[in-house]
Every structure is written in C-alpha cells, then in structure tokens.
C-alpha cells in the first residue's frame, strides 16, 4: 500500500532563511512517481515537480530544490531565501504504477514565511 | 498541460439534499479524478473515473452517497447524495495520465447547514 508522510505540520521562518520540507513515502512498486504540489491562500493546488522512481537526479529550479532518495524513501524539498509568497500548504504526493497511478498526498505541510 | 473548471464555485446547502458538481476539461482526457479537502486537511482521494467503465471508489466512499458519471473525455460530475454537515468540504476535480503531472480544478466550496 502507498502512503506518504509529511511529519512536519507547520513551520515558520523568516524572510530570506533557508527551509527543507520533509516527504518520506512507502511503497512496494518499482515504478512510481512523486509530486510536489503547492497550495497557497487562494486554495488552487499548483504543480512544482515530478520524478519518477528511476530518476534519482536531484534537481535545482530557482529558489527550489529537491533531494530524491530512495536509500530513505525520501523526497524532500529546500526553498533557499525564501520569500513572503512562499507562504502556503506544500503537499508531497505518491503515484503507483500497480495503483493505476492515483495520486496519494501526504498531509502537507504549511509554511510560514514572516517579513 | 489541461484547464480544468468547475461548477458551482461555491454552494451553501441544506443537510438532506443532494448537490452535483460539474467538472470540464479543456482537452479529451483517460483518468478523472475526485478529491475531497476537509478544511486543513490533505486531499482524500473519493474514486477515479474513466470514459467508458464504472468509477472506481476508495475505501471508505461508496457509489450510493458519491455517484460519478463520466460521459465523454470532457467531463465528468459528482454528485454529493443526502447532504450532511460532516460533507461539508472542497470538491476537486483533477485530471492526469499515467505518472504525469496532475491538474486540478479551482475546487468547489461545499458548506451543508
């Protein structure tokens, strides 16, 4: 069965710290996906990044990165400086390939960022 | 990628009633999904629904209270049966195909008093 956690329930920083928000998902397939979507005040559920389970590469897009390990089954993400407009509900998400690929979202974690 | 709407945006509806919720995508699409949010809460995964075959529930929601229709690639609606306050939550549609990327539509707000 998937399941994904997100152990962190809110945590708040100051502008311009560094913040890495914790994923570590369980699932017996091979072949999965994993998500990080964002939620912000306005409610509309914004996709940041996909990697697939065979694609161990982290990666680096702006202010974002993202540290995929499946040594841990984790899949956390690091905001660098952020910034006010990074204050929102972040959601960690697993797909399964034997789980007809639905989407599972861990708790989330909602993140405040104080000027 | 896919623009997805939903109607209504928001609805205030009394407990015994039922509400349908219309979701339209902007390109033809296999899977559909339906996400329920309780307020603070994760998304909750209510069934998947395909063009052409029955929906497919989760634990815990059943067809009777949570039927789906899927009549095209388009669109697909949820209706929420014998409304109660515990329904009272955001209804997401959301579309996606095989590991992709999943959109979701704005939501739709459900207060039931």
């Known amino acids: 069965a998937q399941k994904v956690t997100q152990a962190q329930t809110e945590i708040s920083v100051v502008e311009k710290e560094d913040v890495t928000l914790d994923c570590v998902y369980e699932?017996?397939?091979?072949?999965?996906?994993l998500f990080w979507y964002k939620q912000p005040p306005s409610g509309e559920l914004v996709f940041l990044i996909r990697?697939?389970?065979?694609?161990?590469q982290n990666e680096i897009s702006g202010r974002y990165s993202w540290n995929f390990q499946k040594s841990t089954s984790s899949f956390n993400f690091t905001i660098t400086a952020s910034q006010v407009v990074d204050s929102a509900v972040y959601f960690c998400?697993?797909?399964?390939?034997?789980?007809?690929?639905?989407?599972?979202f861990g708790a989330g974690t909602r993140l405040f960022v104080k000027a | 990628s896919a623009v997805i709407s939903q109607k209504p945006s928001r609805d205030i509806c009394q407990r015994g009633t039922s509400l349908t919720i219309q979701c339209q995508v902007d390109?033809?699409?296999?899977?559909m999904f339906w996400y329920r949010q309780q307020p603070g809460q994760s998304l909750t995964l209510i069934a998947t629904?395909?063009?052409?075959?029955?929906?497919?529930?989760e634990s815990g929601f059943v067809i009777d209270k949570f039927p789906i229709s899927r009549p095209n690639l388009t669109f697909s609606t949820l209706t929420v049966s014998n409304m109660s306050p515990e329904d009272s939550s955001i209804y997401l549609c959301?579309?996606?195909?095989?590991?992709?990327?999943?959109?979701f539509g704005p939501g739709t707000r459900l207060t039931v008093t």
């Open positions: 959301s579309v996606g195909t095989g590991g992709d990327e999943q959109y």
């Open positions: 699932t017996r397939d091979t072949t999965y996906y």
């Open positions: 990697r697939n389970s065979f694609d161990e």
């Open positions: 998400a697993l797909s399964e390939y034997t789980g007809g690929f639905k989407t599972i």
């Open positions: 390109s033809q699409v296999t899977m």
């Open positions: 629904a395909n063009q052409g075959s029955e929906a497919t529930y």
